[in-house]
């Protein structure tokens, strides 16, 4: 299956693949696994927890809890980091 996103402004791309791992360990848990390490550089640290930047994601899901609860800290952290850029962008 393809998806081909028209207006990634509008497209919350992120949040839907998270949904997605929700649901898809929703359908089965007791098969559901994460991957598990190395994971390129990384030897301890769970893949999932190095893709989302911290295990917040992971524990989120884990916790049976919809990953849309941390959309508000998504917004958050991203209006932070768009600040903290604006100094380094050359363009």
């Given at each position: 299956?393809?998806?081909?996103?028209?207006?990634?402004?509008?497209?919350p791309?992120?949040?839907?693949?998270l949904?997605?791992?929700?649901?898809?360990r929703r359908q089965?848990?007791a098969r559901?696994a994460?991957?598990?390490p190395?994971?390129?550089?990384?030897?301890?640290?769970?893949?999932?927890?190095?893709?989302a930047?911290?295990?917040?994601?992971r524990k989120?899901?884990e916790?049976?809890a919809?990953?849309?609860q941390?959309?508000?800290?998504?917004?958050?952290?991203?209006?932070a980091?768009r600040?903290?850029?604006?100094k380094?962008?050359?363009?």
């Amino acid at each position: 299956m393809q998806l081909h996103v028209g207006d990634r402004g509008r497209f919350p791309a992120f949040l839907t693949y998270l949904l997605l791992i929700h649901h898809a360990r929703r359908q089965d848990k007791a098969r559901f696994a994460w991957r598990e390490p190395p994971y390129e550089y990384e030897r301890v640290k769970l893949p999932i927890d190095i893709l989302a930047g911290s295990d917040r994601v992971r524990k989120t899901i884990e916790q049976g809890a919809s990953p849309k609860q941390l959309a508000g800290g998504f917004r958050k952290d991203a209006a932070a980091f768009r600040r903290r850029r604006r100094k380094y962008l050359l363009y």
